[in-house]
Nanobody, 122 residues
């Protein structure tokens, strides 16, 4: 499966963005999906994940209550709504796909998008 992330940008603290990740080349509903992020000089970290049906989600504590992951299997797309952004949310955001149930670790995922930059100014 190929993944294409989009929707990043420059936003002031407190602002919002909606990230999208379009999938192609596979049966999207067979894949658990995740979002990760990587800030300069830091390791890639887990942000959120969603089950194949969309009925189950999981969030990192640092984003819980501010970010929402969702998916539209008819459109082969997963979304990450990011609200109340903080400067420490600045990173490249990556979507990832995993056959079967979602995972919480980067090495659980076999397919990655190219990343979309989110920059939050104070």
């Amino acid at each position: 499966v190929q993944l294409q992330a989009s929707g990043g940008g420059l936003v002031q603290a407190g602002g919002s963005l909606r990230l999208s990740c379009a999938a192609s080349g596979g049966t999207f509903s067979n894949y658990g999906m995740g979002w990760f992020r990587q800030a300069p000089g830091k390791e890639r970290e887990f942000v959120a994940a969603i089950s194949r049906s969309g009925g189950s989600t999981y969030y990192a504590d640092s984003v819980k209550g501010r970010f929402t992951i969702s998916r539209d299997n008819a459109k082969n797309t997963v979304y990450l709504q990011v609200n109340s952004l903080k400067p420490e949310d600045t990173a490249v955001y990556y979507c990832a796909a995993k056959l079967g149930a979602y995972g919480l670790r980067a090495h659980d995922y076999g397919y990655w998008g190219q990343g979309t930059q989110v920059t939050v100014s104070s």
